[in-house]
């Protein structure tokens, strides 16, 4: 299932109990890759159904730790025009040393139908699962191509990675200098949420 426009009337369902992330903007090939520290990710997220739906958790798809615990600070913002705006809301996650799986914590979050970006910093380096947008990749191209003649349209811009210490997320992301390299062309780290 893919957050395709769909007609009017008509929605998919975001069914209790199960697991959304940025799948629901049409991005997949699923990897692995390592995640440090010094950036901050917004992946897209689609509330595709036609009403509020609630979310209960909000994990990651954690693959590997080596090292020492890591905290994650993870933030859900408001999207304008393709752009993350003001945030919804914040919380910490610890991903244990040696851990897999996907560590989560509780949250009362009710989003209406629509897009939302979901932010990631870190204070250490772990390996996520993610989703690959190079050019193995078939999910559209969220925030378009930079030019669509034959292989020079891949690999898509799926969203943003920016420099960023770790620290809480800014209340407004209009701190960020979107666009440009802004557009994160590599991996997107599997951020996700649960319906409640």
Same mark, same amino acid.
Request: aromatic share 12%; proline share 9%; glycine share 12%.
């Given at each position: 299932? &893919?957050?395709?426009?769909?007609?009017?009337?008509?929605? !998919?369902?975001?069914?209790?109990? &199960?697991?959304?992330?940025?799948?629901?903007?049409?991005?997949?090939?699923?990897?692995?890759?390592?995640?440090?520290?010094?950036?901050? !990710?917004?992946?897209?997220? *689609?509330? !595709?159904?036609?009403?509020?739906?609630?979310?209960? &958790? +909000?994990?990651?798809?954690?693959?590997?730790?080596?090292?020492?615990?890591? *905290?994650?600070?993870?933030?859900?913002? &408001?999207? @304008?025009?393709?752009? /993350?705006?003001? #945030?919804?809301?914040?919380?910490?996650?610890? +991903? /244990?040393?040696?851990?897999?799986?996907?560590?989560?914590?509780?949250?009362?979050?009710?989003?209406?139908?629509?897009?939302?970006?979901?932010?990631?910093?870190? @204070?250490?380096?772990?390996?996520?699962?993610? !989703?690959?947008?190079?050019?193995?990749?078939?999910?559209?191209?969220?925030?378009?191509?930079?030019?669509?003649?034959?292989?020079?349209? %891949?690999? #898509?811009?799926?969203?943003?990675?920016? /420099?960023? /210490?770790?620290?809480?997320?800014?209340?407004?992301?209009?701190?960020?200098?979107?666009?440009?390299?802004?557009?994160?062309?590599?991996?997107?780290?599997? %951020?996700?949420?649960?319906?409640?």
């Amino acid at each position: 299932m &893919r957050g395709y426009p769909l007609p009017a009337g008509i929605s !998919w369902p975001m069914v209790s109990g &199960r697991w959304y992330d940025q799948q629901t903007s049409g991005i997949y090939n699923p990897g692995t890759s390592s995640y440090g520290t010094g950036r901050v !990710w917004f992946v897209p997220f *689609t509330n !595709w159904s036609q009403s509020r739906a609630l979310f209960s &958790r +909000l994990g990651v798809d954690l693959d590997a730790n080596a090292g020492p615990d890591v *905290t994650a600070n993870l933030a859900v913002y &408001r999207d @304008d025009n393709g752009v /993350p705006t003001t #945030k919804i809301m914040e919380t910490q996650l610890i +991903l /244990p040393s040696g851990g897999s799986g996907t560590p989560q914590v509780d949250i009362t979050l009710m989003l209406p139908p629509g897009l939302y970006w979901l932010a990631l910093t870190l @204070d250490g380096t772990v390996d996520l699962g993610d !989703w690959d947008t190079g050019a193995s990749a078939e999910g559209f191209s969220l925030l378009g191509d930079s030019n669509p003649a034959g292989s020079q349209s %891949i690999p #898509k811009a799926w969203g943003y990675m920016l /420099p960023f /210490p770790f620290a809480p997320l800014p209340d407004n992301a209009s701190v960020f200098s979107f666009g440009g390299q802004a557009f994160n062309t590599a991996a997107a780290p599997r %951020i996700c949420l649960q319906v409640g």
